[in-house]
């Protein structure tokens, strides 16, 4: 099993969100839609969609392909819930 990523907005580093898949090409299919994970890296809670998680170990290829600011939406540097808003 392999933990599921996303990239802390706020240090750019890759932070685990507590759930571990399979690693196939299809593991968003086994996670929920979205949910919310306690930063390790800067200690703020951050609002993640499956669709922008990332595998651990993938990282390397996430950053070359764009970097971290293209792809993350806004939502994600001001801490609130998308669903509540
Ligand atoms: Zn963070």
């Given amino acids: 099993m392999t933990n599921v990523m996303i990239l802390c907005p ?21 996670l929920p839609q979205s949910g919310s994970v306690r930063c390790q890296a800067c200690h703020r809670r951050h609002y993640w ?12 290829s996430w950053r070359r392909d764009g970097g ?13 819930d998308p669903i509540q808003s």
């Fill in 68 to 80: 971290i600011q293209a792809k993350l939406p806004a939502r994600y540097l001001l801490g609130r």
């Fill in 10 to 30: 706020v240090t750019e580093r890759p932070v685990p969100v507590g759930l571990q898949v399979r690693p196939t090409r299809r593991y968003r299919s086994d």
């Fill in 49 to 60: 969609d499956r669709r922008e998680t990332i595998l651990e170990g993938a990282t390397a």
